[in-house]
């Protein structure tokens, strides 16, 4: 089992995703950045690197939205997406195709990774205004 973490980061109304390389597993599908917790990292602090890794930002890691446990054909991963924020920079592509801010309603445009599908609709469920 792969612990893998990602952050949940909106601005106003939309949410950060990001696109896969192409080369990669799961190439080109949509994700949450994140990635795996290394030996002797905490989760909260295997995020805080990845974000700058992939994107040069700091965030600030909150509390856990959800997890998940989803088996790849290649890989059994439990992924936990925590509540987050950008403290400092501006997003930057160093590890993605393309990074967009989507509403809720937007996410049905998008092939996101098979793993954030219950992440998805809770979103949704969420954000559903009565």
């Given at each position: 089992?792969?612990?893998?973490?990602?952050?949940?980061?909106?601005?106003?109304?939309?949410?950060?995703?990001?696109?896969?390389?192409?080369?990669?597993a799961r190439g080109l599908l949509w994700e949450f950045v994140g990635g795996k917790v290394e030996p002797g990292e905490t989760k909260e602090q295997a995020l805080v690197r990845e974000c700058m890794e992939e994107l040069a930002v700091t965030v600030q890691v909150g509390t856990v939205f959800m997890d998940v446990v989803h088996e790849y054909p290649d890989l059994m991963v439990h992924l936990t997406?925590?509540?987050?924020?950008?403290?400092?920079?501006?997003?930057?592509?160093?590890?993605?195709n393309d990074?967009?801010?989507?509403?809720?309603?937007?996410?049905q445009q998008y092939q996101f990774c098979p793993a954030d599908k219950?992440?998805?609709?809770?979103?949704?469920?969420?954000?559903?205004?009565?």
């Open positions: 089992m792969v612990e893998v973490v990602a952050a949940l980061i909106w601005d106003k109304e939309k949410f950060m995703i990001c696109q896969r390389p192409a080369h990669k997406l925590y509540n987050a924020s950008i403290l400092e920079g501006e997003p930057q592509m160093l590890e993605h990074i967009r801010w989507i509403a809720p309603a937007e996410i219950e992440i998805l609709a809770k979103i949704i469920e969420q954000t559903k205004t009565y």
